[in-house]
Nanobody
Framework: QVQLVESGGGLVQAGGSLRLSCTAS????????MDWFRRAPGKQRELVAR???????NYADSVKGRFTIARGNAKNTVYLQMNSLKPEDTAVYYC????????WGQGTQVTVSS
């Protein structure tokens, strides 16, 4: 089992920045990938960014050049640095971990005002 605790959401004006954090506990040695997903009102959940245990990263086209995913030194924390935020980035952001199974955080609201 892996437990995930997220933090860092909030309200920011367009052009601003936020950093999300997700800390995993439990069977962290089983973790293969750590991701951030988001679900905007009326839209399907989408993958925002992914980092593998090897450090390979992938981003949704809509956030490339603005968002950066990284893992902490202890490898049980993943960050999402979000810069140049736009109103369309408004969503609930979820941390997801693939280990022996799929694990999800509780979600954190990010609201970008125009």
């Amino acid at each position: 089992q892996v437990q995930l605790v997220e933090s860092g959401g909030g309200l920011v004006q367009a052009g601003g920045s936020l950093r999300l954090s997700c800390t995993a506990s439990g069977s962290i040695s089983s973790i293969k990938t750590m991701d951030w997903f988001r679900r905007a009102p009326g839209k399907q959940r989408e993958l925002v960014a992914r980092i593998t245990s090897f450090g390979t990263v992938n981003y949704a086209d809509s956030v490339k050049g603005r968002f950066t995913i990284a893992r902490g030194n202890a490898k049980n924390t993943v960050y999402l640095q979000m810069n140049s935020l736009k109103p369309e980035d408004t969503a609930v952001y979820y941390c997801h971990v693939l280990g022996w199974s799929d694990y999800w955080g509780q979600g954190t609201q990010v609201t970008v005002s125009s």
